[in-house]
């Protein structure tokens, strides 16, 4: 029972640092001075981020690169970016890629 | 925000079985979902929880797998500026990944617009419960759901499309060949820091770029 309850505040404190991260500079009352170039250089972070977590998922495995091409997710990968070319957007891609990914990986085992 | 709903519910299922599988009862995993509501430090919180570590070093390592959200509370300060600190605070709380992303190509600007903090809150209003719902989904039927599907799949297939809308220019070009490179490298590192260190190659890259644009720009206009 007590670690239950040491886990739920574990939990409750999990919270609190979503808040303190997501919330670090808008907490305070006054801007806290970053330099321009910075400001300007940070523009790209999301981008970056979003890259940065998409393209492991795509050619690694535990921590490797995939050294396979009977990876159901690399055909996949490449359909949905042909589809992106022909129609761009998010959900068609998506389709596209499960539409190819699905079958090789339950059907082959890929 | 609608069309991320598909992606951003495979990944809330994947996390939602995930915790449950990682040793959490449905109680305390609801109360993660429904809490923390981030989706990475969750999953990295899972294996401590088990080991059963120290609190601190659990929120010490949230709080790394969360480093990105304090570049990006730099970048939305501009819009909110003017709201009260509780509705930052607020506004902060539900501010993930996608939210920016969104916002960013909707306003690539901080000029003074009403809209903004309506579109954030419309946007917020769709991520919560499509990544909730799910997420709960999952945590009750984590025993049913075959994870050998390779469902979380789904969500790194919308992130991708995602990506692609970002790609304008020759910096975001440059900015996402070089983070993607770099996160692969760097993968070996704890804590999802090869994220970190992907963004940080990522915006030296375009300081560069934008270097040599204008010393290019500068010998064009001298004769």
């Given at each position: 029972?007590?670690?239950?309850?040491?886990?739920?505040?574990?939990?409750?404190?999990?919270?609190?640092?979503?808040?303190?991260?997501?919330?670090?500079?808008?907490?305070?009352?006054?801007?806290?001075?970053?330099?321009?170039?910075?400001?300007?250089?940070?523009?790209?972070?999301?981008?970056?981020a979003?890259?940065?977590?998409?393209?492991?998922e795509?050619?690694?495995?535990?921590?490797?690169?995939?050294?396979?091409?009977?990876?159901?997710?690399?055909?996949?990968?490449?359909?949905?970016?042909?589809?992106?070319?022909?129609?761009?957007?998010?959900?068609?891609?998506l389709?596209?890629?499960?539409?190819?990914?699905?079958?090789?990986?339950?059907?082959?085992?890929? | 925000m609608?069309?991320?709903?598909?992606?951003?519910?495979?990944?809330?299922?994947?996390?939602?079985?995930?915790?449950?599988?990682?040793?959490?009862?449905?109680?305390?995993?609801?109360?993660?979902?429904?809490?923390?509501?981030?989706?990475?430090?969750?999953l990295?919180?899972?294996?401590?929880?088990?080991a059963?570590?120290?609190?601190?070093?659990?929120?010490?390592?949230?709080?790394?797998?969360?480093?990105?959200?304090?570049?990006?509370s730099?970048?939305?300060?501009?819009?909110?500026?003017?709201?009260?600190?509780?509705?930052?605070?607020?506004f902060?709380?539900?501010?993930?990944?996608?939210?920016?992303?969104?916002?960013?190509?909707?306003?690539?600007?901080?000029?003074?617009?009403?809209?903004?903090?309506?579109?954030?809150?419309?946007?917020?209003?769709?991520?919560?419960?499509?990544?909730?719902?799910?997420?709960?989904?999952?945590?009750?039927?984590?025993?049913?759901?075959?994870?050998?599907w390779?469902?979380?799949?789904?969500?790194?297939?919308?992130?991708?499309?995602?990506?692609?809308?970002?790609?304008?220019?020759r910096?975001?070009?440059?900015?996402?060949?070089?983070?993607g490179?770099?996160?692969?490298?760097?993968?070996?590192?704890?804590?999802?820091?090869?994220?970190?260190?992907?963004?940080?190659?990522?915006?030296?890259?375009?300081?560069?770029?934008?270097?040599?644009?204008?010393?290019?720009?500068?010998?064009?206009s001298?004769?």
């Amino acid at each position: 029972m007590n670690d239950t309850w040491s886990t739920a505040l574990t939990i409750v404190g999990l919270a609190v640092v979503t808040v303190v991260t997501r919330g670090f500079f808008l907490y305070p009352e006054r801007e806290v001075p970053l330099p321009e170039w910075l400001k300007r250089g940070l523009k790209v972070a999301p981008l970056a981020a979003l890259t940065a977590v998409v393209l492991p998922e795509i050619v690694m495995v535990h921590g490797r690169i995939i050294d396979t091409w009977q990876d159901a997710r690399l055909p996949a990968v490449a359909v949905a970016t042909l589809w992106y070319v022909w129609r761009p957007g998010v959900l068609g891609p998506l389709l596209a890629g499960l539409a190819v990914y699905l079958p090789l990986r339950l059907g082959l085992g890929w | 925000m609608l069309p991320f709903a598909p992606g951003i519910g495979a990944w809330g299922l994947v996390t939602g079985v995930a915790m449950v599988k990682g040793g959490l009862s449905v109680p305390l995993a609801l109360l993660m979902s429904l809490t923390v509501y981030a989706g990475s430090a969750q999953l990295a919180s899972l294996p401590l929880l088990a080991a059963g570590a120290p609190m601190w070093v659990v929120w010490a390592a949230a709080f790394c797998v969360n480093l990105r959200f304090l570049i990006y509370s730099a970048q939305w300060r501009p819009f909110i500026e003017h709201l009260t600190r509780g509705r930052r605070l607020l506004f902060a709380y539900f501010a993930a990944d996608l939210n920016l992303v969104v916002f960013q190509r909707a306003y690539p600007k901080p000029a003074p617009d009403h809209a903004h903090v309506p579109y954030y809150v419309g946007g917020a209003c769709t991520i919560w419960p499509a990544w909730q719902l799910p997420s709960i989904a999952g945590i009750a039927l984590a025993h049913v759901i075959p994870t050998q599907w390779g469902l979380g799949f789904a969500g790194t297939l919308a992130m991708l499309g995602l990506t692609y809308g970002l790609l304008s220019d020759r910096t975001t070009w440059v900015a996402a060949a070089v983070s993607g490179t770099a996160a692969v490298a760097a993968y070996a590192l704890p804590l999802k820091l090869n994220i970190m260190v992907a963004i940080a190659a990522a915006v030296a890259a375009g300081l560069m770029i934008e270097q040599a644009q204008r010393a290019s720009d500068r010998l064009r206009s001298t004769p």
